[in-house]
Nanobody
Framework: QVQLVESGGGLVQPGGSLTLSCAAS????????MGWFRQAPGKERELVAT???????IYADSVKGRFTISGANAKNTLYLQMNSLNVEDTAVYYC?????????WGQGTQVTVSS
């Protein structure tokens, strides 16, 4: 079993920055793909960024150049550095881990961008 706990969300003004963290515990191994997704009110959950076990990253076009995904300690902690935030980035952000045992999601952390 794997547990994912996100933190770092909050209220920020347009143009500001936030760093999200996702702590993974349980049966976590180095050969896992991890990523960040988000869901805004009334919209479907969408990919923000992913990082493979080999370190390959993929970003949604809407966040390229502004967000950076990174992992530490064999992926036990995942980060999302978010810069130049705008109101369209407002959403609940979820951490996801994909392993041979299954797909796991965190409970989400709210990010609100507002003046």
């Amino acid at each position: 079993q794997v547990q994912l706990v996100e933190s770092g969300g909050g209220l920020v003004q347009p143009g500001g920055s936030l760093t999200l963290s996702c702590a993974a515990s349980g049966s976590v191994f180095s050969l896992n793909d991890m990523g960040w997704f988000r869901q805004a009110p009334g919209k479907e959950r969408e990919l923000v960024a992913t990082i493979s076990s080999g370190g390959r990253t993929i970003y949604a076009d809407s966040v390229k150049g502004r967000f950076t995904i990174s992992g530490a300690n064999a992926k036990n902690t995942l980060y999302l550095q978010m810069n130049s935030l705008n109101v369209e980035d407002t959403a609940v952000y979820y951490c996801r881990l994909v392993s041979v045992a299954g797909v796991y999601w965190g409970q989400g952390t709210q990010v609100t961008v507002s003046s």
